[in-house]
């Protein structure tokens, strides 16, 4: 499922900036190569649908700036305090349709958790996918972040959950918005789970997300680190804890974005890239890597599901271990994630949590560099315009015109300090 671009060349929605003539035109080459992608294959297509409650909408829930709607899951008996879990679906779905098949209703009825389900429309994207790639929809107290952190403030003042006891997740762009939410609130979020996504901060534009989808982009784990610290300028942690799912077969977004986002989150909790322990998940031996910090805390787990594709691993069923439905693409028959990440998240009252451990500094690592056009600068965060001209963030330094045609090296040190690269830069 390409979760990049529209199905047809209609510009996204605007929000006090221009329209973007580069995604429509992007919009109708990529649907000649992936537009066979977005139709159910036959056999799903003819499966019965599954009966299943209706989600509860919630009309009003703050300003919401990121035009989403707010649908809950709430089951029928509640607890004080109860924990909440937001969850956001993947392209060209919506927010029953996740409901209906992912399996995590099943876990929130059994242990008694509040389910958020974020949904957008084809007026904020075409392909009614969440914008994790857009600046405006990234940025803490902007946009689609926003919209989604106002979601779980709601939650606690309406239905009484605990804001200590929040977590996210979602599969492909929602995945990849999953991990926005995460570095932009990380205070507001324990844990989140991110199914076939991609590392926070990795596209900030069609062109550069698309290479992020596929072949993934592979930079060092300070570097990682540096675009999740820099979301929220000044906070020291805690950091949520990250559990990352991915098919070893997705050709839509490619597995190596696993590896780059686990070295994302081990550098931000001052962990190593080299697993504590392995182990193997359920008759399909799903491959698991986790690091644990000294305390004995995971604080990254990687599932590797084989022989699977693009989506969410579901196990049809009523056993304790399985859940979810494959009546339509990218639920895939393999392993119940759902269970296990509710497992991770701590909500099946078996998992007890160590206390939480100190913040960590962040991993050193040599100034990082960029070569990219003084436009692109601009839209990473790298550089400011003011009267047709871009400047270096930070120092200030002059870049010469705010276009696509002027191009400049820059050089990050300290971190959010950028200056025009002389000589070598790594």
Same mark, same amino acid.
């Given at each position: 499922?390409?979760?990049?671009?529209?199905?047809? *060349?209609?510009?996204?929605?605007?929000?006090?900036?221009?329209?973007?003539?580069?995604?429509?035109?992007?919009?109708?080459?990529?649907?000649?190569?992936? =537009?066979?992608?977005?139709?159910?294959?036959?056999?799903?297509?003819?499966?019965?649908?599954?009966?299943?409650?209706?989600?509860?909408?919630?009309?009003?829930?703050?300003?919401?700036?990121?035009?989403?709607?707010?649908?809950?899951?709430?089951?029928?008996?509640?607890?004080?305090?109860?924990?909440?879990?937001?969850?956001?679906?993947?392209?060209?779905?919506?927010?029953?349709?996740?409901?209906?098949?992912?399996?995590?209703?099943?876990?929130?009825?059994?242990?008694?958790?509040?389910?958020?389900?974020?949904?957008?429309?084809?007026?904020?994207?075409?392909?009614?996918?969440?914008?994790?790639?857009?600046?405006?929809?990234?940025?803490?107290?902007?946009?689609?972040?926003?919209?989604?952190?106002?979601?779980?403030?709601?939650?606690?003042?309406?239905?009484?959950?605990?804001?200590?006891?929040?977590?996210?997740?979602?599969?492909?762009?929602?995945?990849?918005?999953?991990?926005?939410?995460?570095?932009?609130?990380?205070?507001?979020?324990?844990?989140?789970?991110?199914?076939?996504?991609?590392?926070?901060?990795?596209?900030?534009?069609?062109?550069?997300?698309?290479?992020?989808?596929?072949?993934?982009?592979?930079?060092?784990?300070?570097?990682?680190?540096?675009?999740?610290?820099?979301?929220?300028?000044?906070?020291?942690?805690?950091?949520?804890?990250?559990?990352?799912?991915?098919?070893?077969?997705?050709?839509?977004?490619?597995?190596?974005?696993?590896?780059?986002?686990?070295?994302?989150?081990?550098?931000?909790?001052?962990?190593?890239?080299?697993?504590?322990?392995?182990?193997?998940?359920?008759?399909?031996?799903?491959?698991?890597?986790?690091?644990?910090?000294?305390?004995?805390?995971?604080?990254?787990?990687?599932?590797?599901?084989?022989?699977?594709?693009?989506?969410?691993?579901?196990?049809?069923?009523?056993?304790?271990?399985?859940?979810?439905?494959?009546?339509?693409?990218?639920?895939?028959?393999?392993?119940?994630?759902?269970?296990?990440?509710?497992?991770?998240?701590?909500?099946?009252?078996?998992?007890?949590?160590?206390?939480?451990?100190?913040?960590?500094?962040? *991993?050193?690592?040599?100034?990082?560099?960029?070569?990219?056009?003084?436009?692109?600068?601009?839209?990473?965060?790298?550089?400011?315009?003011?009267?047709?001209?871009?400047?270096?963030?930070?120092?200030?330094?002059?870049?010469?015109?705010?276009?696509?045609?002027?191009?400049?090296?820059?050089?990050?040190?300290? *971190?959010?300090?950028?200056?025009?690269?002389? =000589?070598?830069?790594?």
């Amino acid at each position: 499922m390409p979760y990049v671009t529209p199905s047809h *060349p209609a510009p996204p929605r605007r929000r006090g900036g221009r329209p973007s003539r580069l995604f429509s035109a992007l919009a109708a080459a990529v649907t000649l190569v992936t =537009g066979a992608a977005l139709v159910p294959h036959a056999a799903e297509a003819q499966a019965a649908p599954r009966a299943a409650a209706a989600l509860e909408r919630v009309a009003d829930f703050g300003a919401n700036p990121g035009a989403l709607s707010m649908y809950v899951h709430r089951p029928a008996s509640l607890p004080a305090k109860a924990p909440v879990v937001v969850a956001l679906h993947g392209c060209t779905q919506n927010a029953q349709l996740y409901a209906d098949n992912s399996g995590l209703n099943t876990f929130a009825d059994r242990h008694g958790f509040l389910v958020v389900y974020a949904e957008t429309t084809t007026a904020n994207n075409a392909n009614r996918c969440f914008n994790w790639f857009q600046p405006g929809d990234i940025r803490r107290g902007q946009g689609e972040a926003a919209s989604i952190r106002q979601m779980v403030a709601h939650a606690t003042t309406a239905y009484g959950t605990d804001p200590a006891r929040a977590q996210v997740t979602g599969l492909s762009a929602g995945g990849a918005m999953t991990a926005v939410m995460l570095a932009a609130y990380p205070e507001v979020f324990a844990a989140g789970a991110v199914i076939a996504g991609i590392p926070y901060g990795c596209g900030t534009d069609v062109v550069s997300a698309f290479s992020c989808m596929s072949p993934g982009a592979d930079r060092t784990p300070a570097a990682w680190s540096r675009a999740v610290r820099d979301a929220h300028p000044g906070y020291a942690g805690p950091w949520p804890r990250v559990a990352i799912w991915h098919g070893d077969n997705d050709a839509t977004v490619a597995p190596r974005n696993a590896d780059e986002l686990r070295d994302q989150w081990t550098a931000v909790h001052g962990l190593g890239q080299t697993p504590s322990r392995t182990s193997t998940l359920g008759p399909n031996n799903t491959r698991r890597s986790e690091y644990v910090t000294a305390g004995g805390r995971t604080a990254v787990e990687v599932n590797k599901v084989p022989g699977i594709g693009h989506g969410t691993p579901v196990a049809p069923g009523t056993g304790p271990q399985q859940c979810g439905a494959t009546a339509t693409q990218h639920f895939i028959a393999s392993i119940c994630s759902s269970y296990w990440i509710t497992t991770f998240f701590g909500l099946d009252g078996t998992t007890t949590e160590p206390p939480t451990e100190p913040p960590v500094d962040p *991993p050193t690592d040599p100034p990082a560099c960029w070569t990219a056009s003084n436009y692109e600068h601009v839209r990473a965060g790298r550089a400011t315009t003011t009267g047709g001209y871009a400047y270096a963030k930070g120092s200030g330094q002059s870049l010469g015109l705010y276009n696509t045609f002027v191009t400049r090296t820059l050089k990050e040190s300290p *971190p959010g300090h950028y200056t025009i690269a002389t =000589g070598s830069c790594p």
